[in-house]
């Protein structure tokens, strides 16, 4: 398979970002990040385009044809609801395939009323209050919003007032009081739903659910098939579920993209973005899972972007490459990395034993260094440091320091690993 070039707008959303991991390794597919906005995604994607229009601005299109032809670019994978509607509508005319399901549908699953009503009678749909409620309380929410914006509890008559005079483009449905569930799907290019997995929304912050673990209801697959017959969908998508006051599963919303925590199925081997592409690729589709029981917790996480130059690398053995009796994975494979790209790494180090059976003991080789020089009593670390466009990296502050002072070349503890490695896809 000719490898083919996938463009991820807007990147750095949470589902710009699960795109992208679902991608590491893959030798299919290659990534380009772009976003208006110098987001997140600019420290996760190797190739990163910045500053396009905004998904509003009329000429985001135009801009988008010429990243297409310039970068070699055969897909987009929105990253965004509004950017699904606004690529697939103009599906024809960017060049590249757009990995969406057709734009009435997209069109349907933006407006939660329009999906209410187009599943009307097929599945369990809340019920909506056109006028004032004659029961609270009730549920207020954007009729197209994203994670839980805009949406709140009317617990009377004094809520609702207030709501309607400050909203506007807005639902209220029926108070669902029961557990909240997400379903992640996968229809082919043929129609066929060939995977429905549900998901329970166990802590939810700003709207995505940041704690989850995969649940397994069969109600979940025969919903799916019901939507999945009714709607033309195609990928990746999902939909969302919530108990009623009688124990009956109603739904909240359908979405026809990759949801930022579809990630919890991947540890099971189910990757709903890369049987997005490969389906939109004409591949015929095979899916293997393992039956697991996962739980997924999300948080912030921090790369770094560190204006340095070095070619060289002098790294402590003890405590360092070795801690705790066993290798230090952040920092061999930071080392590995360097390696890769050209970096020098010596072995600098005050190692008591014979260091090669050391190296023998724990597997690593010899020949991982361009040298290894082992200290003396007495004698400093900074004497043999002669590459000045170097850094430094031991665990122990008053070697840090020491050789900082007689060098002045940067130099790291273990807790900055991290900032050194480079994690972009």
Known sequence: MQKRRILVFPCGTEVGLEINRSFKGNCHFELVGASSVDDHGKFVYKEYIGGLPFLKDPSLLDKLREIVKKYDIDMIFPAHDDAINLFSEAQ???????IASPFETCEICRSKRKTYNHLQGVIKVPQIFDSVPNVFPVFAKPDKGQGSRGAMLINNIEDYQSYIRTHEDYLICEFLPGKEYTVDCFTDRHGNLRIAKGRERRRVNNGISVNSRNVDFPIFYEMAQKI????????????????????????????????????????????????????????????????????????????????????????????????????????????????????????????SGDIKKSLTKYKLSPSLFDEIIILKTGEKKSSYIKDLNSIFIDDSFAERLEVSK???IPVFGLDSIEALRDFKI
């Open 92 to 98: 024809g005319s960017l060049k590249a395939k757009v």
């Open 228 to 351: 999945n017959g009714k709607l033309k969908l195609r990928g990746a998508w999902f939909f969302q579920v919530k108990i009623d006051t009688k124990g009956n599963f109603c739904l909240l919303e359908v979405a026809s993209r990759i949801a930022g925590t579809m990630g919890l199925f991947r540890a099971n081997g189910v990757n709903f973005a890369q049987l997005s592409a490969y389906d939109f690729s004409e591949h015929e589709i095979e899916i293997i899972e393992n039956k697991n029981e996962v739980e997924i917790d999300r948080s912030l996480s921090a790369c770094y972007s560190l204006a340095i130059q070095y070619s060289t690398i002098y790294v402590d053995f003890d405590d360092t490459i070795i801690q705790d009796g066993q290798v230090a994975g952040s920092v061999i494979g930071f080392l590995y990395d360097s390696i890769g790209i050209g970096k020098r790494v010596i072995l600098l180090s005050r190692h």
């Open 406 to 408: 007689a060098k002045g």
